[in-house]
Protein backbone atom coordinates (compact mmCIF):
# COMPACT_ATOMS: atom_id res chain seq x y z
CA UNK A 1 0.00 0.00 0.00
CA UNK A 2 1.11 3.59 -0.76
CA UNK A 3 -0.45 6.49 1.07
CA UNK A 4 0.20 9.58 1.50
CA UNK A 5 -2.11 12.90 2.10
CA UNK A 6 -0.08 16.01 0.60
CA UNK A 7 -0.85 19.69 1.82
CA UNK A 8 0.14 23.25 2.07
CA UNK A 9 1.32 22.92 5.80
CA UNK A 10 4.45 21.34 4.96
CA UNK A 11 5.17 23.40 2.29
CA UNK A 12 4.49 26.90 3.77
CA UNK A 13 8.35 27.95 3.23
CA UNK A 14 8.01 26.52 -0.90
CA UNK A 15 7.43 28.54 -4.07
CA UNK A 16 5.07 28.38 -5.80
CA UNK A 17 7.26 26.58 -8.33
CA UNK A 18 8.62 24.16 -5.73
CA UNK A 19 5.35 23.25 -4.53
CA UNK A 20 4.26 22.48 -7.59
CA UNK A 21 7.37 20.50 -8.58
CA UNK A 22 6.82 18.32 -5.19
CA UNK A 23 3.22 17.36 -5.75
CA UNK A 24 3.88 16.85 -8.95
CA UNK A 25 6.63 14.26 -8.26
CA UNK A 26 4.73 12.27 -5.70
CA UNK A 27 2.04 11.90 -8.83
CA UNK A 28 4.12 10.79 -11.01
CA UNK A 29 5.79 8.19 -9.00
CA UNK A 30 2.27 6.76 -7.29
CA UNK A 31 0.88 6.69 -10.76
CA UNK A 32 4.21 5.26 -12.39
CA UNK A 33 4.11 7.21 -15.43
CA UNK A 34 6.89 9.29 -17.33
CA UNK A 35 4.95 12.44 -17.03
CA UNK A 36 6.15 16.13 -17.97
CA UNK A 37 3.73 18.69 -15.90
CA UNK A 38 3.13 22.40 -16.34
CA UNK A 39 1.22 24.74 -15.34
CA UNK A 40 0.34 28.26 -16.92
CA UNK A 41 0.75 31.47 -14.96
CA UNK A 42 2.10 29.76 -11.96
CA UNK A 43 2.86 32.86 -9.99
CA UNK A 44 -0.62 34.32 -10.48
CA UNK A 45 -2.33 31.31 -8.86
CA UNK A 46 -2.36 30.30 -4.99
CA UNK A 47 0.04 27.81 -4.08
CA UNK A 48 -0.41 24.18 -5.84
CA UNK A 49 -1.52 21.32 -3.39
CA UNK A 50 -2.89 17.85 -4.04
CA UNK A 51 -4.22 14.78 -2.47
CA UNK A 52 -3.60 11.61 -3.33
CA UNK A 53 -3.88 7.69 -2.35
CA UNK A 54 -3.52 4.14 -3.86
CA UNK A 55 -2.71 1.02 -3.17
CA UNK A 56 -0.66 -1.27 -5.54
CA UNK A 57 -1.83 -5.30 -5.45
CA UNK A 58 -0.83 -8.16 -7.57
CA UNK A 59 0.05 -5.95 -11.04
CA UNK A 60 -3.55 -3.45 -10.16
CA UNK A 61 -3.61 -0.23 -8.63
CA UNK A 62 -6.43 1.70 -6.99
CA UNK A 63 -5.80 5.38 -6.59
CA UNK A 64 -7.55 8.69 -5.82
CA UNK A 65 -6.14 12.12 -6.99
CA UNK A 66 -7.62 15.74 -6.42
CA UNK A 67 -5.57 18.35 -7.31
CA UNK A 68 -5.23 22.09 -8.50
CA UNK A 69 -5.40 22.42 -12.58
CA UNK A 70 -2.16 21.38 -14.36
CA UNK A 71 -0.98 19.96 -18.16
CA UNK A 72 1.24 17.00 -18.35
CA UNK A 73 2.60 14.75 -21.46
CA UNK A 74 3.41 11.54 -21.48
CA UNK A 75 5.92 9.82 -24.12
CA UNK A 76 5.94 6.38 -24.63
CA UNK A 77 6.08 4.22 -21.05
CA UNK A 78 9.20 1.90 -21.47
CA UNK A 79 7.77 -0.68 -18.55
CA UNK A 80 8.04 -4.02 -19.19
CA UNK A 81 4.40 -4.78 -18.90
CA UNK A 82 1.14 -2.62 -19.88
CA UNK A 83 -1.54 -1.57 -18.05
CA UNK A 84 -4.99 0.08 -18.99
CA UNK A 85 -6.35 2.37 -17.02
CA UNK A 86 -9.46 3.79 -16.06
CA UNK A 87 -9.91 7.24 -14.91
CA UNK A 88 -13.30 8.45 -13.23
CA UNK A 89 -13.85 11.85 -12.97
CA UNK A 90 -16.14 12.80 -9.71
CA UNK A 91 -15.58 16.88 -9.89
CA UNK A 92 -13.73 19.10 -12.63
CA UNK A 93 -13.26 19.39 -15.97
CA UNK A 94 -10.50 17.46 -18.05
CA UNK A 95 -9.40 16.02 -21.43
CA UNK A 96 -7.05 12.76 -22.74
CA UNK A 97 -5.71 13.16 -25.75
CA UNK A 98 -4.00 9.36 -27.39
CA UNK A 99 -4.06 7.92 -30.53
CA UNK A 100 -5.62 10.31 -32.46
CA UNK A 101 -8.50 10.71 -30.34
CA UNK A 102 -9.08 13.71 -27.83
CA UNK A 103 -11.71 13.21 -25.39
CA UNK A 104 -13.01 16.09 -22.93
CA UNK A 105 -14.76 14.62 -19.92
CA UNK A 106 -17.16 16.03 -17.54
CA UNK A 107 -18.34 14.60 -13.68
CA UNK A 108 -19.73 11.39 -13.71
CA UNK A 109 -17.99 9.98 -16.69
CA UNK A 110 -14.63 8.25 -17.44
CA UNK A 111 -12.22 7.43 -20.18
CA UNK A 112 -9.67 5.37 -20.36
CA UNK A 113 -5.89 4.55 -21.49
CA UNK A 114 -3.19 2.54 -22.34
CA UNK A 115 -0.05 3.29 -20.29
CA UNK A 116 2.20 2.22 -22.08
CA UNK A 117 1.89 4.52 -25.42
CA UNK A 118 1.95 8.55 -25.54
CA UNK A 119 -0.81 10.65 -23.99
CA UNK A 120 -1.61 14.50 -23.47
CA UNK A 121 -3.65 15.44 -20.46
CA UNK A 122 -5.34 18.63 -19.21
CA UNK A 123 -6.97 19.55 -16.15
CA UNK A 124 -8.15 23.10 -16.96
CA UNK A 125 -10.01 23.42 -13.22
CA UNK A 126 -9.46 21.99 -9.96
CA UNK A 127 -10.44 18.20 -9.80
CA UNK A 128 -11.26 15.33 -8.46
CA UNK A 129 -10.87 11.77 -9.41
CA UNK A 130 -10.57 8.14 -8.96
CA UNK A 131 -7.89 5.82 -11.21
CA UNK A 132 -7.53 2.17 -11.72
CA UNK A 133 -5.09 0.15 -13.20
CA UNK A 134 -5.10 -3.31 -14.68
CA UNK A 135 -2.81 -5.40 -16.66
CA UNK A 136 -3.35 -4.57 -20.26
CA UNK A 137 -2.89 -8.56 -21.00
CA UNK A 138 -5.93 -9.41 -18.23
CA UNK A 139 -8.11 -7.34 -19.65
CA UNK A 140 -7.27 -7.85 -23.18
CA UNK A 141 -7.86 -11.68 -22.95
CA UNK A 142 -11.77 -10.78 -22.12
CA UNK A 143 -12.26 -8.00 -24.26
CA UNK A 144 -10.06 -8.31 -27.37
CA UNK A 145 -11.25 -5.43 -29.23
CA UNK A 146 -9.17 -2.87 -26.75
CA UNK A 147 -6.74 -1.16 -29.09
CA UNK A 148 -9.70 0.77 -31.05
CA UNK A 149 -11.21 2.05 -27.82
CA UNK A 150 -8.69 4.07 -26.11
CA UNK A 151 -9.44 7.83 -25.05
CA UNK A 152 -12.93 7.36 -25.27
CA UNK A 153 -15.42 9.00 -22.76
CA UNK A 154 -17.94 6.98 -21.89
CA UNK A 155 -21.07 7.24 -19.06
CA UNK A 156 -20.73 5.52 -15.41
CA UNK A 157 -23.38 3.09 -16.00
CA UNK A 158 -24.16 -0.89 -15.58
CA UNK A 159 -21.18 -2.21 -14.99
CA UNK A 160 -18.90 0.57 -15.03
CA UNK A 161 -21.03 2.19 -12.29
CA UNK A 162 -20.49 -1.21 -10.14
CA UNK A 163 -16.96 -0.52 -10.87
CA UNK A 164 -16.77 3.03 -10.02
CA UNK A 165 -18.52 2.13 -6.98
CA UNK A 166 -15.64 -0.81 -5.99
CA UNK A 167 -12.96 1.37 -7.24
CA UNK A 168 -14.00 4.22 -4.54
CA UNK A 169 -14.48 1.76 -1.89
CA UNK A 170 -11.21 0.00 -2.21
CA UNK A 171 -9.06 3.70 -2.70
CA UNK A 172 -10.75 4.48 0.80
CA UNK A 173 -9.71 0.95 2.13
CA UNK A 174 -6.64 1.22 4.34
CA UNK A 175 -6.80 -1.81 5.75
CA UNK A 176 -6.47 -3.53 1.70
CA UNK A 177 -2.48 -4.03 2.85
CA UNK A 178 -3.89 -7.13 5.21
CA UNK A 179 -5.77 -8.61 3.27
CA UNK A 180 -4.34 -12.24 1.76
CA UNK A 181 -2.61 -12.79 -1.65
CA UNK A 182 -5.31 -14.96 -2.61
CA UNK A 183 -7.94 -12.12 -1.56
CA UNK A 184 -6.25 -9.60 -3.95
CA UNK A 185 -5.79 -11.82 -7.01
CA UNK A 186 -9.77 -12.46 -6.94
CA UNK A 187 -10.17 -8.65 -6.10
CA UNK A 188 -7.96 -7.57 -8.92
CA UNK A 189 -9.63 -10.69 -11.04
CA UNK A 190 -13.14 -8.68 -10.36
CA UNK A 191 -11.93 -4.81 -10.91
CA UNK A 192 -10.83 -7.08 -15.12
CA UNK A 193 -13.73 -8.75 -16.05
CA UNK A 194 -16.05 -5.39 -14.57
CA UNK A 195 -13.90 -3.53 -16.85
CA UNK A 196 -14.41 -5.93 -19.59
CA UNK A 197 -18.36 -6.52 -18.70
CA UNK A 198 -19.00 -1.94 -19.05
CA UNK A 199 -16.46 -2.08 -22.35
CA UNK A 200 -18.36 -5.00 -23.92
CA UNK A 201 -22.09 -2.83 -23.16
CA UNK A 202 -20.30 0.16 -24.34
CA UNK A 203 -18.93 -1.38 -27.86
CA UNK A 204 -21.39 -4.15 -28.48
CA UNK A 205 -18.54 -6.68 -28.26
CA UNK A 206 -18.87 -10.15 -27.03
CA UNK A 207 -16.56 -11.54 -24.73
CA UNK A 208 -14.26 -13.63 -25.52
CA UNK A 209 -13.91 -15.63 -22.18
CA UNK A 210 -16.03 -15.64 -18.90
CA UNK A 211 -16.00 -13.32 -16.37
CA UNK A 212 -14.51 -14.00 -12.43
CA UNK A 213 -17.55 -14.96 -10.15
CA UNK A 214 -17.47 -12.10 -8.44
CA UNK A 215 -17.88 -10.03 -11.40
CA UNK A 216 -21.04 -11.69 -12.43
CA UNK A 217 -22.58 -11.73 -9.00
CA UNK A 218 -22.38 -8.14 -8.74
CA UNK A 219 -24.08 -7.35 -12.12
CA UNK A 220 -26.52 -9.69 -11.38
CA UNK A 221 -27.45 -8.27 -8.09
CA UNK A 222 -27.48 -4.70 -10.09
CA UNK A 223 -30.27 -6.08 -12.56
CA UNK A 224 -32.02 -7.68 -9.73
CA UNK A 225 -31.94 -4.06 -7.49
CA UNK A 226 -32.63 -2.26 -11.40
CA UNK A 227 -35.89 -4.34 -11.73
CA UNK A 228 -36.86 -5.76 -7.96
CA UNK A 229 -39.82 -3.50 -8.63
CA UNK A 230 -41.34 -6.00 -11.14
CA UNK A 231 -42.99 -8.65 -8.90
CA UNK A 232 -42.77 -11.11 -11.69
CA UNK A 233 -39.14 -11.00 -12.18
CA UNK A 234 -37.94 -14.41 -12.88
CA UNK A 235 -34.11 -16.12 -12.71
CA UNK A 236 -34.36 -16.61 -16.04
CA UNK A 237 -35.51 -13.08 -16.83
CA UNK A 238 -32.11 -12.00 -14.39
CA UNK A 239 -29.97 -14.64 -16.54
CA UNK A 240 -31.25 -13.22 -19.81
CA UNK A 241 -30.44 -9.94 -18.96
CA UNK A 242 -26.73 -11.10 -17.64
CA UNK A 243 -25.70 -12.72 -20.22
CA UNK A 244 -25.40 -16.18 -19.00
CA UNK A 245 -27.49 -19.31 -18.71
CA UNK A 246 -29.87 -19.98 -15.64
CA UNK A 247 -27.32 -22.87 -14.20
CA UNK A 248 -24.75 -20.43 -13.93
CA UNK A 249 -26.83 -18.06 -12.11
CA UNK A 250 -28.23 -20.30 -9.53
CA UNK A 251 -24.37 -21.40 -8.84
CA UNK A 252 -23.69 -17.49 -8.03
CA UNK A 253 -26.20 -17.40 -5.60
CA UNK A 254 -25.78 -21.09 -4.22
CA UNK A 255 -24.64 -19.84 -0.79
CA UNK A 256 -27.66 -17.40 -0.40
CA UNK A 257 -30.16 -20.10 -0.69
CA UNK A 258 -30.55 -19.46 -4.08
CA UNK A 259 -31.18 -16.92 -6.93
CA UNK A 260 -34.61 -15.95 -5.46
CA UNK A 261 -33.60 -15.91 -1.38
CA UNK A 262 -31.27 -13.08 -2.84
CA UNK A 263 -33.71 -11.09 -4.77
CA UNK A 264 -35.92 -11.11 -1.59
CA UNK A 265 -33.21 -9.91 0.72
CA UNK A 266 -32.50 -7.35 -1.83
CA UNK A 267 -36.47 -6.47 -1.91
CA UNK A 268 -35.97 -6.33 1.99
CA UNK A 269 -33.23 -4.01 2.05
CA UNK A 270 -34.54 -1.36 -0.30
CA UNK A 271 -37.89 -1.71 1.20
CA UNK A 272 -35.82 -1.23 5.12
CA UNK A 273 -33.83 2.17 3.28
CA UNK A 274 -37.10 3.78 2.05
CA UNK A 275 -39.12 3.26 4.81
CA UNK A 276 -36.73 5.94 6.33
CA UNK A 277 -35.96 8.43 3.57
CA UNK A 278 -37.87 11.45 3.85
CA UNK A 279 -38.20 10.91 0.18
CA UNK A 280 -40.98 8.50 0.68
CA UNK A 281 -42.59 10.18 3.67
CA UNK A 282 -45.81 10.56 1.89
CA UNK A 283 -45.73 6.38 0.89
CA UNK A 284 -47.20 4.12 3.47
CA UNK A 285 -45.54 0.92 3.75
CA UNK A 286 -48.10 -1.09 1.61
CA UNK A 287 -46.92 0.98 -1.26
CA UNK A 288 -43.35 0.97 -0.26
CA UNK A 289 -43.67 -2.97 -0.49
CA UNK A 290 -45.83 -2.92 -3.85
CA UNK A 291 -42.67 -0.66 -5.25
CA UNK A 292 -40.22 -3.31 -4.14
CA UNK A 293 -42.19 -5.84 -5.81
CA UNK A 294 -43.85 -7.27 -2.86
CA UNK A 295 -47.13 -9.07 -4.48
CA UNK A 296 -49.04 -8.42 -1.36
CA UNK A 297 -49.64 -6.09 1.83
CA UNK A 298 -49.42 -9.92 4.65
CA UNK A 299 -46.41 -11.21 2.10
CA UNK A 300 -44.28 -7.86 2.54
CA UNK A 301 -44.60 -8.09 6.33
CA UNK A 302 -44.22 -11.62 6.69
CA UNK A 303 -41.18 -11.61 4.98
CA UNK A 304 -40.35 -8.15 7.00
CA UNK A 305 -41.07 -9.34 10.20
CA UNK A 306 -39.34 -12.62 9.77
CA UNK A 307 -35.56 -10.95 8.52
CA UNK A 308 -35.75 -8.03 10.86
CA UNK A 309 -38.46 -9.02 14.13
CA UNK A 310 -40.57 -6.27 13.67
CA UNK A 311 -43.76 -5.16 11.44
CA UNK A 312 -42.60 -2.61 8.64
CA UNK A 313 -44.69 -0.05 10.34
CA UNK A 314 -43.76 -0.41 13.88
CA UNK A 315 -39.69 -0.19 12.29
CA UNK A 316 -40.72 3.26 10.48
CA UNK A 317 -42.16 4.32 13.48
CA UNK A 318 -39.36 2.80 15.69
CA UNK A 319 -36.60 4.40 14.08
CA UNK A 320 -38.03 7.95 14.20
CA UNK A 321 -39.08 8.45 17.44
CA UNK A 322 -35.35 7.20 17.70
CA UNK A 323 -34.39 10.14 15.63
CA UNK A 324 -36.03 12.49 16.90
CA UNK A 325 -35.96 11.88 20.53
Not at 151 to 177: K, S
Not at 310 to 323: F, G, K, T
Request: with cysteine.
Amino acid sequence: MYFEKLSDEALDGMSHEDAFDYHTAAIKEAFGLPLACQRERLKEKRKFSAELRIHRFEGASVGFLASEDYSAKMDVNARPSETMSFVFLEAGATAIGQDGRFTVLKPGRLFFFNTARAADFHFFTPFRQHVLHVPKSALEALFPSLERTTATAMTCAGNFLLLRNLVRATAADNALEAASIPALESLRDTFVSLAAMGLSEIFRTRLSDSPSQAALKLAAERVMTKSMGDASLTAQAVAAQCGISVRKLYQLFESEGGVMEALWRIRLESARAMLLSPWCKAMSAAEIGFACGFKTQAHFGSRFRRAYGISPAAYRSQRVREATA
